[in-house]
Protein backbone atom coordinates (compact mmCIF):
# COMPACT_ATOMS: atom_id res chain seq x y z
CA UNK A 1 0.00 0.00 0.00
CA UNK A 2 1.10 3.26 -0.71
CA UNK A 3 1.15 5.47 2.10
CA UNK A 4 0.98 9.60 1.54
CA UNK A 5 2.14 12.08 3.78
CA UNK A 6 0.66 15.58 3.91
CA UNK A 7 3.01 18.37 5.19
CA UNK A 8 2.52 20.93 6.68
CA UNK A 9 -0.68 19.50 8.90
CA UNK A 10 -1.80 23.20 9.08
CA UNK A 11 -0.81 25.94 7.38
CA UNK A 12 -1.78 29.64 8.72
CA UNK A 13 -1.94 31.99 6.18
CA UNK A 14 -3.92 35.31 5.21
CA UNK A 15 -6.12 36.24 1.98
CA UNK A 16 -3.66 37.16 -0.94
CA UNK A 17 -0.75 34.66 0.41
CA UNK A 18 0.63 31.90 -1.50
CA UNK A 19 -0.07 28.69 -0.08
CA UNK A 20 2.27 25.60 -0.93
CA UNK A 21 1.25 21.94 0.20
CA UNK A 22 3.33 18.88 0.07
CA UNK A 23 1.96 15.07 -0.15
CA UNK A 24 5.32 12.25 -0.30
CA UNK A 25 4.43 9.04 -1.27
CA UNK A 26 6.24 5.63 0.11
CA UNK A 27 6.73 4.76 -3.10
CA UNK A 28 6.65 6.25 -7.01
CA UNK A 29 2.76 6.91 -8.01
CA UNK A 30 2.20 5.33 -11.37
CA UNK A 31 1.38 7.55 -14.32
CA UNK A 32 0.96 10.37 -12.52
CA UNK A 33 -2.37 9.33 -11.07
CA UNK A 34 -2.53 11.62 -8.28
CA UNK A 35 -5.20 13.99 -6.94
CA UNK A 36 -5.95 17.09 -5.14
CA UNK A 37 -9.46 17.49 -3.59
CA UNK A 38 -10.35 20.23 -1.32
CA UNK A 39 -13.12 20.13 1.60
CA UNK A 40 -15.02 22.26 3.41
CA UNK A 41 -16.84 21.39 6.86
CA UNK A 42 -19.72 19.28 6.38
CA UNK A 43 -19.20 19.66 2.53
CA UNK A 44 -18.07 16.50 0.40
CA UNK A 45 -14.63 16.83 -1.00
CA UNK A 46 -14.23 18.55 -4.31
CA UNK A 47 -12.06 17.68 -7.20
CA UNK A 48 -9.66 19.97 -7.57
CA UNK A 49 -6.46 18.99 -9.52
CA UNK A 50 -6.33 15.25 -11.11
CA UNK A 51 -3.23 13.58 -13.29
CA UNK A 52 -1.17 15.06 -11.20
CA UNK A 53 -1.60 18.86 -12.63
CA UNK A 54 -4.93 18.94 -14.21
CA UNK A 55 -7.36 20.79 -13.36
CA UNK A 56 -11.27 19.54 -12.55
CA UNK A 57 -13.74 21.69 -14.19
CA UNK A 58 -14.67 25.00 -12.97
CA UNK A 59 -11.18 25.09 -10.94
CA UNK A 60 -10.05 28.25 -10.90
CA UNK A 61 -6.14 28.87 -12.15
CA UNK A 62 -4.50 30.00 -9.02
CA UNK A 63 -5.20 26.60 -8.16
CA UNK A 64 -2.20 24.42 -9.74
CA UNK A 65 -0.38 21.36 -9.18
CA UNK A 66 3.11 19.65 -10.22
CA UNK A 67 5.38 16.67 -9.28
CA UNK A 68 5.88 13.20 -10.33
CA UNK A 69 7.14 10.36 -8.85
CA UNK A 70 7.04 10.22 -5.04
CA UNK A 71 6.64 14.15 -4.40
CA UNK A 72 3.96 16.12 -5.12
CA UNK A 73 2.71 19.89 -4.41
CA UNK A 74 -0.68 21.70 -4.70
CA UNK A 75 0.17 25.62 -4.87
CA UNK A 76 -2.85 28.12 -4.35
CA UNK A 77 -1.02 31.76 -6.04
CA UNK A 78 -3.11 34.03 -3.76
CA UNK A 79 -5.55 32.61 -1.50
CA UNK A 80 -9.25 33.81 -1.45
CA UNK A 81 -11.54 33.87 1.81
CA UNK A 82 -13.41 30.69 0.47
CA UNK A 83 -10.25 28.71 0.09
CA UNK A 84 -9.91 28.02 3.35
CA UNK A 85 -10.58 24.66 3.84
CA UNK A 86 -8.93 21.05 4.42
CA UNK A 87 -7.15 19.53 1.25
CA UNK A 88 -6.37 16.11 0.97
CA UNK A 89 -4.03 14.39 -1.95
CA UNK A 90 -4.71 10.85 -3.51
CA UNK A 91 -2.59 8.24 -5.93
CA UNK A 92 -4.83 6.23 -7.89
CA UNK A 93 -2.35 4.31 -9.79
CA UNK A 94 -2.01 1.46 -7.24
CA UNK A 95 -4.72 -0.65 -5.70
CA UNK A 96 -5.66 0.14 -2.98
CA UNK A 97 -5.84 3.75 -3.73
CA UNK A 98 -5.38 5.82 -0.63
CA UNK A 99 -5.66 9.25 0.72
CA UNK A 100 -3.39 11.10 2.78
CA UNK A 101 -4.29 12.77 5.92
CA UNK A 102 -5.04 16.29 4.95
CA UNK A 103 -3.68 19.91 4.91
CA UNK A 104 -5.96 22.43 7.25
CA UNK A 105 -5.13 25.97 5.41
CA UNK A 106 -6.68 28.17 8.37
CA UNK A 107 -6.52 32.20 8.54
CA UNK B 1 -27.38 18.80 -12.76
CA UNK B 2 -25.72 15.67 -12.44
CA UNK B 3 -25.66 14.34 -9.11
CA UNK B 4 -25.12 11.23 -6.96
CA UNK B 5 -27.36 11.10 -3.48
CA UNK B 6 -26.46 8.41 -0.92
CA UNK B 7 -29.30 6.69 1.31
CA UNK B 8 -29.83 4.21 3.81
CA UNK B 9 -27.27 4.95 6.58
CA UNK B 10 -28.47 4.79 10.27
CA UNK B 11 -27.43 2.94 13.58
CA UNK B 12 -26.91 -0.44 13.66
CA UNK B 13 -25.66 -2.88 16.19
CA UNK B 14 -22.27 -4.43 16.11
CA UNK B 15 -22.54 -7.80 13.98
CA UNK B 16 -25.61 -5.97 12.14
CA UNK B 17 -25.85 -5.38 8.62
CA UNK B 18 -26.35 -2.24 6.22
CA UNK B 19 -27.08 -1.57 2.52
CA UNK B 20 -26.21 1.76 1.28
CA UNK B 21 -27.68 3.02 -1.95
CA UNK B 22 -26.33 5.56 -4.15
CA UNK B 23 -28.93 6.98 -6.63
CA UNK B 24 -27.22 8.92 -9.75
CA UNK B 25 -28.73 11.45 -12.19
CA UNK B 26 -28.08 13.39 -14.97
CA UNK B 27 -25.12 11.66 -16.53
CA UNK B 28 -24.70 8.18 -18.30
CA UNK B 29 -24.68 5.89 -15.17
CA UNK B 30 -23.52 2.74 -16.88
CA UNK B 31 -20.17 4.55 -18.67
CA UNK B 32 -18.60 5.17 -15.30
CA UNK B 33 -16.87 3.36 -12.33
CA UNK B 34 -18.04 3.93 -9.02
CA UNK B 35 -16.52 4.13 -5.65
CA UNK B 36 -16.97 4.08 -2.01
CA UNK B 37 -14.92 6.20 0.28
CA UNK B 38 -15.49 6.58 3.76
CA UNK B 39 -14.32 9.16 6.72
CA UNK B 40 -14.92 9.22 10.14
CA UNK B 41 -16.19 12.71 11.41
CA UNK B 42 -12.82 14.87 12.02
CA UNK B 43 -10.78 12.75 10.04
CA UNK B 44 -9.44 11.54 6.90
CA UNK B 45 -10.36 10.08 3.82
CA UNK B 46 -10.35 6.20 2.98
CA UNK B 47 -11.26 4.32 -0.13
CA UNK B 48 -13.43 1.15 0.37
CA UNK B 49 -14.16 -0.20 -2.65
CA UNK B 50 -14.54 0.43 -6.79
CA UNK B 51 -16.56 -1.60 -9.21
CA UNK B 52 -16.47 -0.88 -12.50
CA UNK B 53 -18.77 0.05 -15.75
CA UNK B 54 -20.99 -3.04 -16.44
CA UNK B 55 -20.10 -4.15 -12.47
CA UNK B 56 -17.93 -7.21 -13.51
CA UNK B 57 -15.16 -6.27 -11.72
CA UNK B 58 -14.74 -5.17 -8.10
CA UNK B 59 -12.30 -4.29 -5.56
CA UNK B 60 -11.80 -3.92 -1.95
CA UNK B 61 -9.61 -2.57 0.68
CA UNK B 62 -8.65 -5.42 2.81
CA UNK B 63 -10.44 -4.27 5.91
CA UNK B 64 -13.73 -4.59 4.35
CA UNK B 65 -12.45 -7.76 1.95
CA UNK B 66 -15.51 -10.39 3.04
CA UNK B 67 -17.77 -8.61 5.08
CA UNK B 68 -19.05 -5.87 2.18
CA UNK B 69 -19.92 -6.51 -1.42
CA UNK B 70 -20.51 -3.23 -4.13
CA UNK B 71 -22.86 -3.52 -6.66
CA UNK B 72 -24.75 -1.86 -9.32
CA UNK B 73 -28.36 -1.93 -11.32
CA UNK B 74 -27.19 -0.07 -14.16
CA UNK B 75 -31.05 0.17 -15.36
CA UNK B 76 -32.00 1.74 -12.05
CA UNK B 77 -28.94 4.05 -11.98
CA UNK B 78 -27.79 2.97 -8.69
CA UNK B 79 -25.08 1.85 -6.62
CA UNK B 80 -24.95 -0.14 -3.58
CA UNK B 81 -22.75 -1.46 -0.71
CA UNK B 82 -24.03 -4.64 1.49
CA UNK B 83 -22.09 -3.71 4.70
CA UNK B 84 -22.35 -7.31 6.64
CA UNK B 85 -20.62 -7.77 10.21
CA UNK B 86 -20.24 -4.52 10.78
CA UNK B 87 -17.84 -3.46 13.52
CA UNK B 88 -17.51 0.06 15.85
CA UNK B 89 -14.44 0.70 13.80
CA UNK B 90 -16.97 1.00 10.55
CA UNK B 91 -18.19 4.13 11.78
CA UNK B 92 -18.20 6.73 9.48
CA UNK B 93 -19.72 8.56 7.08
CA UNK B 94 -19.63 7.07 3.63
CA UNK B 95 -19.34 8.51 0.54
CA UNK B 96 -20.28 6.95 -3.05
CA UNK B 97 -17.88 8.78 -6.03
CA UNK B 98 -17.89 8.40 -9.37
CA UNK B 99 -14.30 8.01 -11.07
CA UNK B 100 -13.23 10.19 -13.98
CA UNK B 101 -12.60 7.94 -16.40
CA UNK B 102 -11.84 4.02 -15.43
CA UNK B 103 -9.21 4.12 -12.93
CA UNK B 104 -8.75 7.94 -12.33
CA UNK B 105 -10.12 10.59 -10.13
CA UNK B 106 -13.53 11.14 -8.19
CA UNK B 107 -15.20 13.84 -10.12
CA UNK B 108 -18.52 13.59 -8.69
CA UNK B 109 -19.08 13.02 -4.84
CA UNK B 110 -22.62 12.63 -3.28
CA UNK B 111 -23.31 14.40 0.02
CA UNK B 112 -22.47 11.08 2.12
CA UNK B 113 -24.45 9.06 4.35
CA UNK B 114 -23.28 8.25 8.24
CA UNK B 115 -23.39 5.00 9.88
CA UNK B 116 -23.12 4.20 13.10
CA UNK B 117 -22.48 0.96 14.56
CA UNK B 118 -23.14 1.02 18.27
CA UNK B 119 -24.90 -0.76 20.73
Known amino acids: EIVLTQSPGTLSLSPGERATLSCRASQSVSRSSFAWYQQKPGQAPRLLIY???SRATGIPDRFSGSGSGTDFTLTISRLEPEDFAVYYC?????????FGGGTKVEI | EAQVVESGGGLVQPGGSLRLSCAASGFTFSGYWMHWVRQVPGKGLVWVSRINSDGSSTSYADFVKGRFTISRDNAKNTLYLQMNSLRAEDTAVYYCARDRWRASAFDMWGQGTLVTVSS
Open chain 1, 51 to 53: DAS
Open chain 1, 90 to 98: QQYGNSPLT
